[in-house]
Nanobody, 122 residues
Framework: QVQLVESGGGLVQAGGSLRLSCAAS????????MSWFRQAPGKEREFVAS????????NYADSVKGRFTISRDNAKNTVYLQMNSLKPEDTAVYYC???????????????WGQGTQVTVSS
């Protein structure tokens, strides 16, 4: 089992920044690919960003490329999502997730956090 707890969400004006954190406990954090997904009201959960087990590779959705940065600290069992130049369309609940496989869809992810709300006002 891996327990994931997100933090760092909140209300921010368009153009602002937020940094999300996801603290993991349980099984060896470095064994897992980590990703961020988000879900807006009435929409499906969508991929945001992912990072390899050592942090050497990353992948981003086109909608956030150049604005968001995913990183991880395996010594702290934590993955981060730095979000800059936020837009109202970034408003959603953001979830971190852990998987033994590299994927940009939710299905292979075994473990999920409870989510943190990000609201961007115009």
């Amino acid at each position: 089992q891996v327990q994931l707890v997100e933090s760092g969400g909140g209300l921010v004006q368009a153009g602002g920044s937020l940094r999300l954190s996801c603290a993991a406990s349980g099984r060896t954090f470095s064994n897992y690919y980590m990703s961020w997904f988000r879900q807006a009201p009435g929409k499906e959960r969508e991929f945001v960003a992912s990072i390899g087990r050592s942090g050497g590779i990353t992948n981003y959705a086109d909608s956030v490329k150049g604005r968001f940065t995913i990183s991880r600290d395996n010594a702290k069992n934590t993955v981060y999502l730095q979000m800059n130049s936020l837009k109202p369309e970034d408003t959603a609940v953001y979830y971190c997730a852990a998987s033994k496989v590299w994927a940009v869809v939710p299905t292979p992810y075994d473990y999920w956090g409870q989510g943190t709300q990000v609201t961007v006002s115009s």
